[in-house]
């Protein structure tokens, strides 16, 4: 997890996209990324993230494909 200060929805993408490249050991538009917050303060909220490479997440999806499975989520 990781805290940032409390910012405006429309800011938060920004924000949590900064603080991931400075973690991150690829590009960031070689990931596919989502957070969510899991605690909000009165000058803070905490929020954890997931981060993994493109490549490997494409990997399931076409084996998935390939065995006729439909991924829901």
Known sequence: SM???????KDL???TRI???????????ELYIDWEII???STSQQIIIVAT???VVDSRMD???ILG???VS
């Open 3 to 9: 805290t940032i200060p409390n910012v405006d929805a």
């Open 13 to 15: 993408e920004e924000v």
């Open 19 to 29: 603080e991931i490249e400075q973690y991150a050991p690829l590009p960031i538009d």
């Open 39 to 41: 605690h909000k303060g």
């Open 53 to 55: 490479p493109k490549p």
């Open 63 to 65: 084996l998935a494909k």
């Open 69 to 71: 499975l439909n991924v």
